[in-house]
């Protein structure tokens, strides 16, 4: 890179011609599609799950539940609590329970509604303030600098408070996530996706079908998108495509539709800040204060990292001598 002059984009020839080749557009001879049975409930105990019929559908080539895994039954993440498939509790709206690969949509339809799944809803917690009370934390960042409650109380400063909050947000990236799974043949799979961190869908592939991380290759497809929503998110769809991939030995396209990519897929978390800021009479911040809550949802996937950051970017690009931030 040069000071001054232009940069050629290597991608961008092919993205003007409409030539770039996306998730949706690639194909491979004898690819089975897959879709998710999902679960309509915030909290349930799974009490009976029956694939029984749905594996006698016409058309339908594989159905994987949790014990079925060959693997971990485990994301591998900052903390190691989000599962491949729903063994035993379902924590949120469109958690996976089951998995079904077959050759045509219809298909995979009827296999995907002959599942039969009893749950016994449990309460959900879906607030932070009563996570909070509940004891359901993930992390809790500290920082502690000076003597912020000292310098709140001096007669010569000036205080703002308030309460601000953040709502979740959608991505909104052009292409749904997706992801296409083929056996190598020799034990092996790999996985062709639309994804930001491909060692991370490396590490998803590698836990729940217990291979080893030489045995899973990973090819990031051109991307459409993706503003930190295909960091974490990918890996699940990109686990599910290969664990079927390798039960039927064909490859298995997993192609979320916008819908279900809005419903199940990582948000801009929400967030709750109660800010206290002092400054001098000619303005200078002397001092602040910061109870700072992340809804990190269901598991934790990024969210430590998410709220790391959040708590020392707390006061912005100031310096601030006396300091006291919570964040949990």
Known sequence: MIVGQRMRRPDAPDKVKGTALYIEDLAFAGSLI??????????????????????????????????????????????????????????????????????DPVALKRGLDAIVVEYEPRPAILDMEEALAAGEIIQHWKIRRGEATLAMGRGDVVVVEGTYHTPYQEHAYIEPNGMIAL?????????????????????????????DLNRVRVVQTVTGGGFGGKEDAPSLPGAHAALLALATGRPVRLILSREEDMAVMSKRHPGRIRMRTAATQDGHL???????????????????????????????PYRVPNVRVDAR
């Open 286 to 316: 002397i001092a602040a204060e910061v109870d700072y809550l992340l809804d990190g949802g269901a598991y934790a996937t990024l969210s430590p990292v998410v709220l790391f950051r959040g708590t020392v970017h707390a006061c912005g």
């Open 183 to 211: 056996p190598d043949g020799m034990g092996g799979v790999t996985v062709h996706g639309s994804m930001q961190c491909p060692f991370y869908v490396q590490k998803a592939v590698a836990s729940a079908t217990g291979l």
């Open 34 to 103: 897959a879709g998710v049975l999902r679960s309509p409930h915030p909290h349930a105990r799974i009490v009976d799950l029956d694939v029984t019929q749905a594996s006698m559908i016409p058309g339908v080539r594989a159905i994987l539940t949790a014990r079925d895994l060959p693997g971990q039954n485990i994301i591998p993440m900052i903390q190691s609590d989000w599962p491949v498939l729903a063994a035993e509790v379902v924590r949120h709206v469109g958690e996976a329970v089951a998995l079904v690969a077959a050759e």
